[in-house]
């Protein structure tokens, strides 16, 4: 059984950074894709970004290309989203999610979820 924990939510002003981390329990982290995820009420969970196991590729939501990163530490069983020039429309509950699977595409089938870290950001 594999555990997420993701901390690092907040509110912050449009324009601010904010960078989420998310830590997973286990011996192999390096062979699991990862992803985060974002829902805002009323709304389906929706796709943000995504990185292979290895950290070879990445993948990431039209929304926030070129503005959000995605990155690992394997050696810290850690991921990282760091967020640059928030916007409001970014405010939502970031859950990271993990595959059994190296491969990590924005279709693929995420086996783990996170509890989930609030992000609000003011205009």
């Known amino acids: 059984q594999v555990q997420l924990v993701e901390s690092g939510g907040g509110l912050v002003q449009a324009g601010d950074s904010l960078r989420l981390s998310c830590t997973a329990s286990g011996r192999t982290f390096s062979s699991y894709g990862m992803g985060w995820f974002r829902q805002t009420p009323g709304k389906e969970r929706e796709f943000v970004a995504s990185?292979?196991?290895?950290?070879?590729?990445?993948y990431y939501a039209e929304s926030v290309e070129g503005r959000f990163t995605i990155s690992r530490d394997n050696a810290k069983n850690t991921m990282y989203l760091q967020m640059n020039s928030l916007k409001p429309e970014d405010t939502a509950v970031y859950y990271c999610?993990?595959?059994?699977?190296?491969?990590?595409?924005?279709?693929?089938?995420?086996?783990?979820w996170g509890q989930g870290t609030q992000v609000t950001v003011s205009s």
């Open positions: 990185i292979y196991g290895n950290g070879g590729r990445t």
């Open positions: 999610a993990l595959r059994k699977g190296l491969v990590a595409t924005p279709t693929a089938n995420y086996h783990y």
